[in-house]
Structure formats: C-alpha cells, structure tokens
C-alpha cells in the first residue's frame, strides 16, 4: 500500500516544485547549467585525430571508466574531457587524509568552518591532480597518434585548457548546489550517464541482438534497479535517549527524549567500486605497453592482459571477475570503517547528553556502534559486490554485446535519483510548514 501511494506522490512532488516560483526558479537553473555542461561537452580541443580516438576507447577500459565521470565528453577530447574525476580523487583522498592528520582532525571537528576549510584544501589539491592527469591523456594521446602536436607550448595550453575545464565543470556543481537542487557534483555525473544512454539504446535497437535476450537483459536491469534501491534505502536505526535539565524559577526538571541513529547498510556508496575498478583496470592497462604486438608470439605482458580483461572469456573470465568481487568487498569494509570513524558518533552522545538504552557511555558505546556497523556492512559489501559483476552475469546469461550494464553508472543514476527528489520533497516541506505560520 505505501509503495503504491509513494509513486504519485513523487510525481505530485514534481508538480508542486514547479507551480512554485523559488522551486521552479532553482529547477529551472539546475537545467540551464545542464545545458551548459552539455554544451561544453562537445567543444573539442584542435588537433585530435577522432577516428583514431574511437578506435582507442573501443580497447581501453581504463579510458572508458574516465569517460564515465566526464559523461561522454572524453570521447570528443573536449575541454571538460576529464569531466569532475580530479576532484572526485581529491575529495578521496581528503577523506583518507583527515583521520591520519591531527591538523585536518582538529578542522573536521570545528564545525562548518572546518568543513568550508577541507573544501577549500580540496579545490587547491584538485588543481595539481588535474594537471597530472591532463599530461598522462595528452601522452597516451600522442603514444597512440591521436594527438599531432609534440611541442611545448601547445602542450602546455592543453594541459591549461583541461584543468579549467574541470575546475569550471567544480565552479557549476558548486553553483548547482548552492542555487539549485541537489548536489551539483553528482548531478553533472549524472546528466553526463543519462546523455549517453540513448545512443546506447539505439545501438541495440539497430543491432541484431536476440529478442528473448534482450527480454532477460532488461528484466535484469530493473531487477538490479530495484537492489540498489532497497539496499540504498536501508538502515539500522539504533535508540537514543537524551536526559536533559531544564531550571524554570529556582526548580530543576529532569526532561528526557528519544530518537534513534539511521545507520546506512550501505555507507560506502559508490567508492569502493572506483576503488576496486581502478586496481582492477591498472596492471592491464600497463602490461599493454609491454606486450607483444598481433602476429607474435605472446609473452607475459599479453597474459596479464588477458587475466585482467573484463571481456575475457571463460574461464580465463572468472578470475577477473572473481578478484573484482573480492575487491569491492574489501574496500566496501575499508571505507565504511574510515567515514565510521570519523562520525566519532560515541563522542557526540556523549557531548550532546545522549546514550543507548542498556549501553554505557565511552569505549562500551564505540564498541556497540563498531560492531553493529561490522555486522551492517556485510549487508552493504556483498550488495555492492553483486552490482560490480552484474555485467558479467548479463553478458553470459542473455548474450546481448550491444547493450552495456554498467554497475557504477547504475549506483550513480539510482541514488543521485533518490538524493534529488528527497531534496525537492524537503524543500516542499519546509515551505508548506512557513505557510502554515504565516
């Protein structure tokens, strides 16, 4: 009964946000900067060979997961070619940082002036890493004869023009954030996806692909729609209680409450994928340079290819695929514990006065939430491991090569989906709840 009612109510909810003036204002400019991004997405850089540049993406995985975060505009090397994927490593490794560094420490626990600061040293480390990673593409660029020009100076304004571009695509999220719905980031991520899935769709409607497989692929696909919804949504709500004092006069009154703490299954996300992906993609993608061109006969490097290709067929397959769930699980379990431990939540109970009904406060409270979070993210890590390989298992079970099932691509559409309207039933909320003051 409640999904049944949920369905309108989030059609209902798009409706109200537009027949709302400051709504419809800030949907309206989530779109124009959309627009804008799209726009962009297809200015390329002079010089670029696209033939040739087709050709390379249709070999290299590893390109092709950049093009992901860039949402297509690595294909056409336009200036935003590396899309957001720089300040995504830096916000990363951010991340990794603040519980190693006590000075970084000591600005995550200082409220929304530290997190502004963390922000700040995030944009200035995106910079380097953009231009890092600008150099490695223009390099693999020239390797491959896509990219005419060797000298210096227009090097050097490739590099410059691919950095602002993805300090620009950073400027328009945060403005997207700021003044639209949603979190701006992410939502170029997302556009960029969505744009390259009509042309996808339209390669398998051309293709001649079977029909009862492509049937099994897309109940696959809403199947794996339907997972990552629940197991996105879901959480273990822990109670809390908070005992306050209230003086009224010269009396003192004892006021309690209660709530609980939503403890996500999944509090990793999506970064464990791009974790495990990026390792899984890095020892094909250098064994390429030292392996033994078509025609002779294959040494090591070429093996190494072969283990650590996605489209490897059996049984030489399994391994990738096998050490790719592995992985997910791994880094689901490592991440989770580091974003855990800097929630510190035991601390802020015990600051705010709040505790666990049958737990003491201190090291018993940390070692109940620890071991609750342990038990949670088998949950989430098994999930997100089940996701990573679905491709593997939609390719062998329906035999459809066209159409590609991407499990990040998926996590990213899904929950910056939910995140989107979530925030637009919020600000309806609120809005409702002024009107009914005044």
Known sequence: MQQREARPRLIQALVDAFSLPDLRRRLLFTLGMLVVFRFIAHVPLPGVDLEALRELFERNQLLGMLDLFSGGAMKNFSVVAMGVYPYITASIIMQLLVPVIPRLRALSQEGEAGRRRINQFTHWLTVPLAALQGYAQ???????????YAEALPTFAMILSLTAGTMFLVWIGELITERGIGNGV?????AGIVASMPEMIGRGLIAKQDMVGLIAFTILALATVVLIVI?????????????RTAFRGSRMYRQSGSTHIPLRVNTAGMIPLIFAMSLMIFPGTIASYFASPEGMDPNFANTLMNWFNPGAALPVGLFYWGFYFL???AFAFFYTMVIFEQMDLARTLQRQGGFIPGVRPGKPTTDYLNKVISHITWGGALFLALVAVMPFFARTITSVSVLTLSSMGMLIIVGVALDTMKQIEAQLTMRRYEGFLK
Do not use: D, K, N, W
């Open 231 to 243: 197991f996105t949504e879901g959480h273990r709500r822990i109670p809390v209680q908070y005992a």
């Open 327 to 329: 992985m997910v699980v």
């Open 138 to 148: 223009l390099s693999l660029m020239r390797s491959q004869g896509i990219i005419e």
């Open 186 to 190: 992410s939502i170029i991520i997302f």
